[in-house]
Each structure stands twice: as structure tokens, then as C-alpha cells.
């Protein structure tokens, strides 16, 4: 089965600075890996997802932006963070083209002062 | 697109009730329907799924029902435990050759009542 590695797990920016968050993965090779979004007490907002090294693709303009440089590393960037920016990360994973199951890591909680 | 909708966002029980959460989907092509458990500060978790071609699954006192003409789908949890209380999401996929989309409900808090 999968495992998902998210790091940092907490990590507080101030606004205007720039934000490296990192997710790799574990136990599949091929995945196809997701960035969510989740603001307090709300849903799951997709951001990003990949089907393959160096294909990305958004699903929301903002100022942030991923990148897969291997197969099972994915990370999502921002060069100068917004207070709106604040959040739970998630990284996500299925194992592959055409399988289902998604499989979520531990997240990464940012918070933008 | 995909649009779920879940219902209710909040839900108190009883120690050792039902609770039941329902979702609608509008894409008639989706086809895998997860369940999914988020405790407090941490990701969520696949606790149950169901494909298209199974109304019906459960797995000790969760079950999941699907109603593919009507579109939707229900999580139902028997004999509520304390340690029930977090919020579900419910998520409806297709297969896709530019990978799997998942479309996610809005979540549902429940808490149990001890």
C-alpha cells in the first residue's frame, strides 16, 4: 500500500515570503499525485494535480504553483505568500493510471501572518 | 463537471444510534464513490468505498448504499462510538485518461454524543 510523506508539518510564514512544501511517496511507482486545499472548517479546494514527471496541471489561478521533478515527489511553491494563503495542505495519491483509491498524507498546516 | 453535494454539515447523535449521511452527484459517468474519515488536525482517511457496479457494501458498522439512477450515495454508520465523532467527506470519481478526477462533498461534523 501507499505512503505518503508531507513536510513540514506546521510551518508559519510571513506574507510576502516564499513557501517550499515537499510530498513524496511511497510503496507505488507511476501515482498520480494531487495538491487540496482545505481552509478551516471547510471543504477539500483541488489545486494541482499530476499524471506525470513534469506534468502538472491547476485547477485554480492563485500565486501558487507545483512541480513533480520525479515520479514520486511533488511539491508546491509560491514565491511570495498572500494571507489568504493560509491552510491545510494535502498531499494525495492513487497508484496509478485508472486505479481509484486516492490515498491522503498527514498534511501540512500553513499559517500566513 | 462533477458537482456533490453532502448533507447534513452538522450531525449530533446519541452514543450507540445511527447516523446516516447522504450525497448526490450529477455526473452520470462517474463510477467509484469513497468515503472518507478526517479527525482533527490530521489527513483523511478511506474508510469505505463503493464502485458503480455494487449498490450495496459494508464492512462491520459502516455501510455504504448507492442509488445510480437517482445519483446518489449514503454512508451509514450503526452503533455510534465517541470515537465516531470527526468530519466525512464523501467523493465521487470516473476514470479519465488525464488521470482520476475526485469530486469532494463539503463534509459532514458529526459528533457523538457519550
Known amino acids: 500500500s501507499q505512503t505518503i510523506h508531507q513536510w513540514p508539518a506546521t510551518l508559519v510564514q510571513p506574507v510576502g515570503s516564499p513557501l517550499s512544501l515537499e510530498c513524496t511517496v511511497e510503496g507505488t511507482s507511476n501515482p498520480n499525485l494531487y495538491w487540496y486545499r482545505q481552509a478551516a472548517g471547510r471543504g477539500l479546494q483541488l489545486l494541482f494535480y499530476?499524471?506525470?514527471?513534469?506534468?502538472i496541471s491547476s485547477e485554480v489561478p492563485q500565486n501558487l504553483s507545483a512541480s513533480r521533478p520525479q515520479d514520486r515527489q511533488f511539491i508546491l511553491s509560491s514565491k511570495k505568500l498572500l494571507l489568504s494563503d493560509s491552510g491545510f495542505y494535502l498531499c494525495?495519491?492513487?497508484?496509478?493510471?485508472?486505479?481509484?483509491?486516492?490515498?491522503f498524507g498527514a498534511g501540512s498546516r500553513l499559517t500566513v501572518l | 463537471g462533477e458537482n456533490v453535494e453532502q448533507h447534513p454539515s452538522t450531525l449530533s447523535v446519541q452514543e450507540g444510534d445511527s447516523a446516516v449521511i447522504k450525497c448526490t452527484y450529477s455526473d452520470s459517468a462517474s463510477n467509484y464513490f469513497p468515503w472518507y474519515k478526517q479527525e482533527l488536525g490530521k489527513g483523511p482517511q478511506l474508510i469505505i468505498d463503493i464502485r458503480s457496479n455494487v449498490g450495496e457494501k459494508k464492512d462491520q458498522r459502516i455501510a455504504v448504499t448507492l442509488n445510480k439512477t437517482a445519483k446518489h450515495f449514503s454512508l451509514h454508520i450503526t452503533e455510534t462510538q465517541p470515537e465516531d465523532s470527526a468530519v466525512y467527506f464523501c467523493?465521487?470519481?470516473?476514470?479519465?485518461?488525464?488521470?482520476?478526477?475526485?469530486?469532494f462533498g463539503t463534509g459532514t461534523s458529526l459528533t457523538v454524543i457519550p
Open positions: 494525495a495519491s492513487t497508484s496509478g493510471s485508472g486505479a481509484n483509491v486516492l490515498t
Open positions: 467523493a465521487a470519481s470516473k476514470n479519465s485518461n488525464t488521470g482520476n478526477q475526485f469530486y
Open positions: 499530476s499524471v506525470g514527471i513534469g506534468q
